[in-house]
């Protein structure tokens, strides 16, 4: 988990492991979002895209409710990275250590709709890309020089929630995978989503 020559905050590089999971293929949508809000007579925010884009302009609440309604959790920032890698940690990136070549008219005005590249090595698709995803942990810069070995799950308190993976409204508009985002989880942004984890019984 991180790496040596990123940013400060993925430093240093260390061995974590993480207890079996589950991870949603694709990124949670408008479609499944709003079957959500209508069982639970939520209010719906800003809406962008079809029933297939990626939900959008949710915060950490709303994404931390609907993962409780659906069954499951946001996943700690180990486990989106052990995901994101597909299996390949040598990787800068789910498909390898190049930038992919992006085509000049793809997330000009928003995200794609989910699924549309080839998955990674576990069968995940836009991870790194598209909306940035909630992640469960508090964010601290220097986490990393005291994290747990096994199955780390962030620090205690702090002021904003992690976040991870690239989104469409950046200049540069895919992450690497050691590659870590922080706001306040009262924040909503139109390039914030999130994917539905779950533990292994």
């Not at 909306?131 to 005291?146: F, I, N, Q």
């Not at 690239?166 to 989880?185: E, L, M, Q």
């Amino acid at each position: 988990m991180g790496q040596d020559d990123g940013r400060d905050d993925e430093r240093p590089a260390h061995r974590v492991t993480v207890a079996p999971f589950q991870l949603g293929r694709t990124q949670v949508t408008n479609a499944q979002y709003d079957a959500f809000c209508k069982a639970t007579a939520r209010d719906r925010h800003a809406r962008f895209g079809g029933p297939e884009h990626p939900v959008t302009s949710v915060n950490w609440f709303d994404a931390v409710a609907y993962c409780h309604w659906a069954g499951g959790r946001l996943p700690t920032e180990a486990e989106w990275e052990f995901a994101a890698r597909g299996g390949a940690e040598a990787w800068l990136y789910p498909w390898g250590s190049e930038l992919p070549s992006v085509p000049p008219e793809k997330w000009q005005h928003g995200p794609e709709p989910v699924g549309l590249d080839a998955p990674n090595g576990y069968g995940l698709f836009d991870m790194c890309c598209n909306v940035h995803e909630w992640c469960s942990d508090w964010y601290d810069a220097g986490y990393y020089a005291v994290s747990a070995a096994q199955n780390p799950g962030g620090p205690e308190h702090g002021t904003r929630r992690a976040s991870r993976g690239g989104a469409w409204r950046h200049h540069i508009k895919v992450s690497r995978c050691a590659a870590r985002t922080s706001i306040p989880p009262e924040f909503r942004y139109a390039d914030y989503g999130f994917r539905l984890a779950a533990d292994v019984v």
